[in-house]
Each structure stands twice: as C-alpha cells, then as structure tokens.
C-alpha cells in the first residue's frame, strides 16, 4: 500500500511566486499520478522562518525534503522572495525537474 506523500509549499502574504508554486505541484503530482497531500503554509514573521527552516518564498517540500538539490545543507532561513538558480538561469520557482526527481524518490 502507498502512503500518502505530504507536499509543503511555504510562502508570504504577497509573494508573486505563489501561486505558481502551487500550480507547478498540482501539475507533476498530477502528471506523475502521485497520492498527495498539497499544504501552503504562510510564514508570518523571521521567527517563523527560523522556526520553519524557511530559505524564501517558495519553498518546496516533499515529505519534509527542500526539492532543491543541497538545499538542506543551508542555514540562511529569511523572509523573503526566494531566487533558485536552474539550468535556464534565476528563477521564482525550483527547476521542474528536481520537482519530479524529489516526488519520484519520495515514499
């Protein structure tokens, strides 16, 4: 039996990558045929970043692993927009490919 995968989309009131961080998910768990459990969680204040190991918004989470590829090595937790550097340059969203790469090695 599969176990239902927690997707964790954490952002601020505001951010402009929002949204599309939420659309990129439903799409490559759709896509992907995943059982999935899509939460957004807003981080309010820094305290709340430091407390939810927050890199910037949108953060991406698969069963509480960042998608970014290193990304759980880092310590630099802020509330601000979050920039990934992808195979096609600077983005407000991860590489869509570490999204899948992250789902496909989930539970």
């Known amino acids: 039996m599969k176990e239902t995968m927690r997707v964790e989309i954490l ?7 929002a949204r599309s961080a939420t659309e990129l998910v439903e ?4 896509e ?7 939460e957004r969680i807003d981080v309010p204040g820094p305290r709340d970043a430091e407390r939810l190991r927050f890199l910037g918004s949108p953060t991406i989470r698969i069963d509480g692993r960042d998608v970014e590829p290193g990304a759980d090595e880092r310590t630099d937790y802020v509330l601000a927009c979050r920039v990934y550097r992808t195979s096609d340059g600077f ?17």
């Open 11 to 17: 952002t601020f009131e505001g951010c402009p990558n």
């Open 27 to 30: 799409r490559i768990v759709g």
């Open 32 to 38: 992907l045929r995943r059982d999935a459990v899509i």
């Open 91 to 107: 983005s407000g969203l991860p590489d869509e490919r570490w999204l899948r790469d992250t789902i496909v090695r989930a539970r």
